[in-house]
């Protein structure tokens, strides 16, 4: 007999509105993220347009890609901006410190600038503090978006762009306790109300990223010492990667073990909130950014350009992040999945002109109508799995399950049977009306660990799939490895 499940919808009890940014990307220097995902130059044979690829940037403008991250990462903090920008084949080549090789600087501001504009996205900068100054990031901030007659706005008008872009999100540094300068937590927060002094002074709308980190110590540490000058971060950021065994042979504890990331995640996101819901008395809102986050596999090194399989279960568990994502709507202010193209959980594949959209991509296609829409509560009364979270032993529900509520009132329902092998018969309902009837849309696969192949017919995507109401309610057998999202009358 199939596991079963309860899904309860309450609308009218909100986690607030789901900021289109939860559902954000990041694009580093790095393997063959920029350098053939998004750059290859105006005279490949692969169709471009000033030197960035069209297949690529227009998938991500079909999911309406809201936010991209970049230059790093660790690139960040060894880049300097002016290096990019210019005449292309002046432009200086420089070793890549952090991943090997080097980057002729061919893909630098305005590139990046203009393939955001192409896919419809904000874009988001992260500042070099490893090995930069406050007067370097500053500079960027005036060359990017101050609209008066200086040396740096005369520069970026020579260069190609009279009118400013507004970029609105910085970040003061990334990983700052490691690859992004080794400091401690007290040294970074001078160094953030250094840059943060200046840069906001330049362009007070800009939004500052300032670094936190998931180790128990740096955000107490780095919020007291900052604690007089909160004023000055919109967001703290963190990171966490999930790794379980081999990307694509993986034992049933290890796939589980993947998804129990999902609950570390959490647990990093409320520790974050918590604190810095503890030094915001006053409620100002910091956002908690969770700027890189994804599965992280073993095939993912140095050599490989931190390439990896991209399988039905790393689907999954971008389906179940993204339901905790939405669940967590009133303290996220962003998310960035690691990495858009190519590296690690990446939604695209290339191989020379063919592209390939993982699994991945099709969970952030489906959860489209999300985006900025009103999280409401979703219980779940499912059966469930032991998973270890840290130390602890934790219920992982088999089904998981989000829900919103767009202006018109429309419910989108988001729901993931984990299981890697049954099916579950579940009943979702509202707790306050009936369902007249659903439209949906399902994924599944043959395998856990089957993935699609750049220049062939993804063996992977989405389908419509019927939906069966009986009594204002639905019943439906969810299959394993599947994510369906259900728009619902009422
Ligand atoms: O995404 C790969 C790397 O992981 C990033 O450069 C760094 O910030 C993180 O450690």
């Not at 990019?84 to 630098?108: C, K, L, Q, V």
């Not at 020579?158 to 990334?174: D, F, L, M, Q, T």
């Not at 959980?345 to 829409?373: F, K, N, S, W």
């Amino acid at each position: 007999m199939s596991p079963t499940a309860t899904v309860t919808i309450r609308r009218d009890l909100s986690y607030g509105t789901i900021r289109p940014h939860l559902y954000g990307h990041f694009a580093e220097h790095l393997g063959r993220c920029i350098y053939e995902g998004v750059w290859v130059g105006e005279k490949s044979s692969i169709p471009n347009e000033n030197g960035i690829r069209k297949d690529t940037v227009a998938a991500l403008g079909r999911i309406d890609a809201p936010v991209i991250r970049w230059p790093g990462g660790c690139f960040a903090d060894a880049y300097h901006w002016e290096d990019g920008i210019g005449e292309r084949a002046r432009r200086p080549r420089r070793p890549n410190h952090w991943w090997s090789g080097e980057d002729t600087n061919a893909f630098g501001t305005h590139e990046f600038l203009e393939a955001c504009e192409r896919i419809g996205a904000q874009p988001y900068i992260c500042l070099n503090v490893g090995s930069g100054t406050p007067q370097e990031a500053l500079n960027w901030l005036e060359y990017c978006n101050y609209a008066g007659d200086t040396e740096y706005t005369r520069r970026r008008a020579a260069n190609g762009r009279p009118k400013p872009w507004h970029v609105k999100y910085w970040a003061v540094g990334n990983e700052s306790w490691g690859c992004g300068g080794s400091f401690t937590a007290t040294d970074y927060a001078k160094e953030f109300r250094r840059f943060a002094t200046y840069l906001k002074r330049l362009d007070p709308g800009a939004e500052l990223i300032l670094c936190g980190h998931t180790a128990r110590d740096w955000n107490p540490e780095l919020l007291e010492e900052l604690r007089d000058h909160l004023h000055l971060v919109n967001h703290l950021s963190i990171h966490r990667y999930t790794s379980a065994g081999d990307g694509c042979t993986f034992t049933v504890d290890e796939y589980w073990r993947l998804m129990s990331g999902v609950r570390v995640m959490e647990q990093d996101i409320l520790a974050a909130a918590g604190l810095l819901r503890a030094y915001t008395r006053d409620h100002r809102f910091i956002g908690v950014s969770l700027d890189e986050w994804g599965a992280w596999h073993p095939q993912a090194t140095v050599e490989t350009g931190l390439s990896q399989p991209n399988t039905l279960r790393d689907a999954l568990f971008a389906a179940s992040s993204l339901n905790m994502f939405n669940r967590h709507a009133d303290v996220l202010s962003m998310t960035n999945i690691a990495q858009t193209i190519n590296v690690l959980q990446c939604l695209i594949v290339t191989d020379g002109p063919d592209i390939a959209l993982t699994p991945t991509y099709y969970v952030y296609e489906l959860y489209r109508p999300h985006m900025g829409a009103n999280a409401v509560v979703a219980d779940v009364d499912a059966s469930a799995v032991t998973v270890m979270v840290g130390h602890e032993q934790r219920a992982l529900p088999i089904l998981d399950a989000s829900a919103s509520k767009d202006t018109e009132g429309s419910l989108t329902v988001s729901v993931v049977n984990r299981h890697p092998s049954d099916a579950v018969e579940a009943r979702l309902r509202l707790d306050d009306g009936q369902v007249v009837g659903a439209e949906a849309t399902q994924m599944t696969g043959p395998a856990a660990n089957a993935e699609n192949a750049a220049g062939k017919e993804p063996l992977i995507r989405p389908t419509n799939c019927t939906i069966e109401v009986r009594g204002g309610e639905i019943a439906h057998l969810f299959p394993p490895l599947s994510v369906t999202v259900m728009r619902l009358r009422t």
